[in-house]
């Protein structure tokens, strides 16, 4: 396996949604290919950082303030009729 | 090595479906309730997509007042969630046409050429390389990353990675296909990666050399 075919199906490994085969193939290409191992565990790290750190977080005081404006405008609508 | 593992939590219970019915039939605080789970989500993609605060509220605001409105025409036959995400996406594509008015706004505008997949620098990032940093500056670099990237590749990233949805329920909100869905999605985590290891990257030395 090539470093290029690896990368194509890198997202899916780290999906984990590749057939048994594949994923032995990939992982053996990782046993010797630095770069690759270096690729793959960079980009699950960047995956989990994200994932974990979840930017834009709402405030509680914006989110008291949404929540009612959300109502007020809601009371005073009418649900779209059925069509 | 291990793989990610996704857990969405956002599955329909019962419990949702009577909200769900009981808003239908003008139950506000039903509906409240809808609103206090997933009001955070909203509000990530819509700072994600907008890239600015005051459109955000105004998103979120915008996009479940439409959800409320249109709730009989929500069919159970799409989580309740992605049809929610689906109106926050769209609310926030138009502003960000209102902002741009000009220029059209879709998803389909930054398809570049495939080489913005292959690695340039390849790093070994230091071990838990967040811990380096306090949390507000660990924020703002996460988000001064993702800024950078073009707004279908983060939109993907965000929808898929950090939200939770499926590679099928991300391409149904976005109105891509799935391997344009797929591919996106490699060259946002492959363009991540590589932005980070400014940051993440192993120290040779000591001395901080910026230079490079
Ligand atoms: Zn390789």
New binding site residues.
Partial sequence: MK?SQ?LTELNDFLDGSLDQKLKAELSE?LTW?H??YIVCNTTKKTIEIYRENKIYELPDTLRAKLHDAIVTKCKSSKPTPES | MGTIQTNVTTGDTSEELALIQSAREGDIAAFEQLIRKYDRNVFRIAQHITQNREDAEDVVQDAFLKAYQNLKQFQGNSKFYTWLVRIAVNEALMKLRKRKSSKTVSMDEDVETEDGSVPREVADWSPNPEQQYRQAELSEILEKTIQGLPMGFRTVFMLRDVEGLSTEETAETLGLSVPAVKSRLLRARLQLRERLNRYFKKKKNNDGDQSK
Avoid: G, K, S, V
Wanted: glycine share 0%; aromatic share 16%; with cysteine.
């Fill in positions: 470093c690896f290409h290919c770069n690759c």
